[in-house]
């Protein structure tokens, strides 16, 4: 008898700093649709963890906009939040088995003490605060509040991507140790959504491939952590004329103002066109979509972006 196919529980996680724009609106579909055509459920989470950004007007937003454009999910939403001591009980697994230490370097030092990371010119930070004694760390506790770090090992971790295949990094030369709470006391994104989406049952997470080199440091997260695999698949990003990632700082093609001039199986259209679902930019569902989704279809190249 063959085994049923497992199916899998994805995943909205919008940052609620601003209104969703058109590669907010990519992410978002093609993730629906890559969890619905396998008869998965969706669950929402709203990353609103930084209170200097994030508002809880913005937190509404995203769900009236996701509704607009008819991608619905399972159950309440999750704010993070809310989940503070969910990723302090994280934080103390991880500092019980010495894989956190203090890091009182500012942001000036920090770039000072980082390495450019071998392909894409990001900064590897060097480690130096793991290697302060107790003595200079009671000095700088007197003017300073820490980051906490991650340590990570001499380890290459391998996933194969949905889209992309086989991704390989080595954590200490291409990453380094990276920040898990911040020096203000609030808990990094690395952290967060590997608790989370434990705790929320997600299998499948679809995203940019702005956060692809994240992937590796998650995975090694979650073995410290004892959580789960998901499965990981990343998008090509959305790009302006200008070859700029689209951004809500920016205000880039923010969905308030295609709201006045397209309707939602337009918008749907012009999405699903771009991702070579459909031959012809045609006003369509999500719903009516489904039958269309394939990881083979997808293409792998960044796409410069315009509405036709």
Known sequence: MEQAAIKPTGRFAPSPSGRMHMGNLWSCLLSWLSARSAGGRMVLRLEDLDPDRCRKEYCDQ??????????????????????????????HVLEEQGLVYPCYCTRAERLAASAPHRSDGLSVYDGRCSRLTAAEREELEKTRRPAWRASVP?????????????????????????????????????LAVVVDDAMMGVTQV?????????????????????LPHPDYGHLPLLLSPEGRRLA???????????QRRYTAPELVGQLACAARLMDRP???????????????????????????
């Open 62 to 91: 995203v769900m009236r906009d996701l509704e607009w454009l008819g991608l619905d999910w399972d159950g309440e939403p999750v704010w993070q939040s809310k989940r503070t001591e969910a990723y302090a009980q994280a934080f």
């Open 154 to 190: 001499e380890e290459t971790i391998t996933f194969c991507d949905l889209l992309y295949g086989n991704y390989s990094e080595d954590l200490k030369k291409d990453c380094g140790d990276f920040i898990v709470r911040r020096s203000d006391g609030v808990y990094a994104y690395q």
């Open 206 to 226: 679809v995203r940019g491939s702005d956060l692809l080199s994240s992937t590796p440091r998650q995975l090694w997260l979650q073995d410290a952590l004892d």
């Open 248 to 258: 809500k700082r920016d205000r880039d093609q923010e969905l308030g103002e295609l």
């Open 282 to 308: 045609e006003p369509i569902t999500p719903q009516e979509l489904l039958p269309h989704f394939s990881w083979d279809k997808l293409p792998k190249e960044d796409l410069v972006w315009s509405l036709n």
